[in-house]
């Protein structure tokens, strides 16, 4: 396993591995990132390469709603392309060392949504894909149905929210304090911002300048009770973020090229990255626009609608 990094750029590489080597899943592996923002020919490549794997992330994710206890469907659907521009270009993680200590982080901070987790981590070669499927929140099971810290890939167990991003400063801070340029990225949902441990954890992030942490908001507007602008508003998040010392954008959290842009981004100055993407729940899944369950059970219809409007498997 190697690991290479840019001294002057904070996006570091991905282990060396050619677009045709399979994961657990089946599908290609991206290229190696060099993280110093040149768009090479094998870096295009790897970019290209994204989108199919959303898709068969996707579909893993419908067949775990089709499992007796079905899954977190809307949530886990909005924040596919999050999880891709993360596991597949932006962050420095190897599936067959995923406690190498050199590692960049990934803390799922809404742990009800570890359908989508656990699919992204199958289709980048963390977890077997069918073994997955086979178990996922049965008796006994590592793949429980919110996110478990036994899962490879996996840094904590979390579901009570408000609690991955301060779990993801104390560990940044850590780092820091180490001299390591490990980096930190918690994906936060948005009604999950309306715990206040957040901002707290917000404010230190700020107060020690911790450059190697960002913060993403799966912005897709529902939670448990409905919709978050009807619970508590969450509008001018960006601003807000501002205001708390972060370096903030909004951003379209379906559009691939523009999350990676975004995560490639050089961090100015001395202030903590969030992104506020902006997603739908139940995206990517022709049948589900505009509905979004939080929740499904799927019958055996259900799944096969699901797979025929995805479409075949890694197309």
């Known amino acids: 396993m190697t690991f290479s990094a840019n001294p002057t750029t904070p996006g570091l590489s991905r282990d060396a591995r050619t677009p045709e080597e399979p994961t657990a899943s089946g599908g290609p592996v991206a290229p190696a990132r060099t993280g110093d923002g040149a768009a090479g020919a094998a870096s295009d490549a790897g970019l290209a390469l994204l989108p199919r794997r959303a898709k068969r992330i996707r579909r893993t994710i419908v067949r775990l709603a089709a499992t007796p206890s079905g899954c977190h469907l809307g949530g886990s659907l909005s924040m596919v392309e999050i999880l891709v521009a993360l596991l597949g270009r932006v962050m420095r993680v190897d599936p067959r060392a995923p406690k190498a200590p050199e590692r960049d982080h990934l803390i799922l901070s809404k742990g009800h949504a570890a359908a989508g987790l656990y ?153 903590p990255r969030a992104l506020v993407a902006r997603t739908q729940k139940g995206a990517g899944v022709p049948m589900l626009k505009g509905k979004g369950p939080h929740y499904a059970v799927f019958s055996p219809e259900h799944l096969r609608r699901a797979l025929a409007s995805l479409g075949e498997d890694g197309q």
């Open 119 to 271: 699919a992204a981590l199958a289709e980048f070669g963390f977890v077997d894909v069918d073994t997955l499927v086979r178990e996922y929140n049965a008796d006994g099971s590592i793949f429980t149905g919110h996110v478990n810290a036994a899962v490879p890939g996996v840094e904590f167990a979390t579901g009570s929210l408000g609690h991955g991003l301060g779990l993801g400063v104390g560990l940044t801070l850590a780092h820091v304090l180490r001299g390591e340029p490990n980096r930190t990225f918690v994906v936060c949902g948005d009604g999950e911002m309306g715990e206040g441990s957040n901002w707290e954890a917000l404010q230190v992030a700020s107060h020690r300048k911790l450059t190697g942490l960002t913060l993403i908001i799966d912005r897709n507007g529902g939670q448990n009770d409905g919709p978050t602008e009807s619970i508590l508003s969450q509008e001018a998040l960006v601003q807000r973020l501002d205001a708390f010392g972060f370096q903030s954008l909004e951003v379209d959290g379906h559009d691939l090229p523009a999350l990676v842009a975004a995560l490639e981004a050089p961090v100015v100055g001395d202030r």
